[in-house]
């Protein structure tokens, strides 16, 4: 993907966006490198708004990964492996405690987030306990990610 070339063509917050779903679906699309990137070459006065449009893309993937999961969006997914059973039965012991498993996985990716948003789905996690600790943990992911490189510019400029 030649992400200056989009941006020229379809701005920093769209491209954001966008790239922030579709690397919610295509896990080798790593949405931190580019927040870096992006982040390196804008002013820190966009960061805010760039980390709120790819987490919104981001949720935007996971949320209806989610909804296939629970059946209520139909679409082609592989049979359940055994790596998403695996995160069923963690997501069970979690039960009272499943906000802080939601926002670990989003935020540290332990376990992926992909896997979990799917099997939030199947284990019928509410959708806005869902959305609300995955926001949290992909904002705050992804503003490690786009204010660390303005961080690095202040300390050796």
């Known amino acids: 993907m030649n992400f200056e070339h989009l941006i020229g063509r379809y701005g920093l917050y769209l491209t954001t966006y966008v790239v922030g779903v579709i690397s919610g679906f295509v896990p080798v699309i790593n949405l931190e490198v580019y927040l870096v990137w992006v982040a390196a070459l804008t002013p820190s006065s966009q960061g805010v708004a760039i980390t709120v449009l790819a987490t919104f893309g981001q949720m935007t993937a996971k949320t209806l990964m989610y909804l ?90």
């Open 68 to 157: 296939a999961g629970a059946g209520i969006l139909k679409i082609s997914v592989k049979k359940p492996g055994k790596k998403l059973q695996a995160v069923q039965m963690k997501m069970a012991k979690w039960q009272h405690r499943i906000g802080l498993f939601m926002f670990s996985s989003a935020f540290l990716g332990v376990p992926p987030f992909y896997v979990v948003s799917i099997a939030s789905g199947i284990c019928r996690v509410p959708l806005p306990v869902f959305l609300i600790w995955g926001l949290a943990g992909r904002f705050l992911r992804f503003a490690i990610a786009v204010f660390f490189p303005h961080l690095l510019k202040g300390l050796f400029s």
